[in-house]
């Protein structure tokens, strides 16, 4: 691993753990027993690594999502596959990620929205389809809207008015969110699977 992708993984780490704004170029120097000049040598500021963090992440999160399709035997098994890699992820994160994104790294912040309006937005209406044709999901849901729900839905964690940090597990709140998402579409077979994953994910621990 050489330099640039060593500053890009470890200032991952803090920003998840403490926040974009609370970590500073100095903090992430010393954190990794470097000089700041250093850094500056590979990132012109602290957008820059940010931005080059958040197109590592989408490369990341692009095929993480490709191996749960390819992966998976059904698309019940697919959200299964999904909620576990969403464990991993968020199990660590600071929810205030998303807000300094927004708020002090913009640019940063609308090409995360851009991969999620596009790429998650196409993942989700697959998995929707693929669901309704094998009689997981319900014949009758409207696949389009739902699609678009289920894609706002999964900001809300995010959210600290609705569900403040300090009375709320982000990652409880996610994955509460996808399964009651998923009771709502299924069918009586897609149920019966839903019963099944869920006991196999408790058995190991998820």
Known sequence: MDNKERIIQEAKILFMRLGIRSVS??????????????????????????DNIIDADIHQLESDCITCCQLSANAIDEIFRTMEMIGLQLRNMNPMVLFDL?????????????YRNTFLLEIITKNLVKGVQEELYRSDIKIEILSRFRLESMMLAFNNETFPADHFNMLDVTLEIIEHFLYGVATEKGYKLIIEYKKKATNNGI
């Open 25 to 50: 170029m100095d903090d992430i120097a010393s954190h990794l027993g470097m000089s700041k000049k250093t850094i500056y040598q590979l990132f012109t500021d602290k957008d820059e690594l940010v």
């Open 102 to 114: 927004q708020k002090y790294h913009y640019r940063s912040f609308e090409k995360f929205m851009r």
